[in-house]
């Protein structure tokens, strides 16, 4: 019995790291910088990761009990934790002190949080909000003029990446398997 549970642990975590490098790997997708005018700092690339993040995880939260809730559930919880030790590793190689660094991780979190119900909340009114929810965080350390059409582009590839999420079977997302449509070259 003690095996099991340590074999669904180790799975779990692997299917976390799974969804995690992908989450990763569209957040890191240059165009974000380039024509979504994302800041290219560490805020910026903070906030990419958690609105993926967040879709992901929204995603599993969807998940019926029929099709895996509970193991959703608990995948989406290993992705959390995964996201934030990883966090707490790259503030400890950006050479934050180590006293600091708990401090810092819980503010991330709190961030986390807030923009995750900001998201949600958004989502839920069929994207009414989302535009200024994305002002105040994704975009919220650009200085001077902010261009309103790269906001409203964002918006409108949270909708559709939500909506195309809510596509993919839950079995796949169990799996560690998760796509994200590509960004328009419109957009």
Known sequence: ??????????RREQIAHDLYVTVINQARLPDFYLRFAVPDTLDGRFDLIVLHAFLVMR???Q???EEGGEQAREVAQALFDLMFADMDQNLRELGVSDMSVGKRV?????????????YDDGLAADGAGLAEALRRNLYGTVEGELDPAAVQRVAGYLVAQAAHLAGQAAGELLAGQVTFQALESGA
């Open 1 to 10: 019995m003690p095996f099991r549970k340590f074999f669904e642990r180790r």
């Open 59 to 61: 995603r599993l939260r």
């Open 63 to 65: 998940v019926t009990a």
């Open 106 to 118: 819980k503010q991330m979190a709190r961030a986390f949080y807030g923009r995750a119900a900001a």
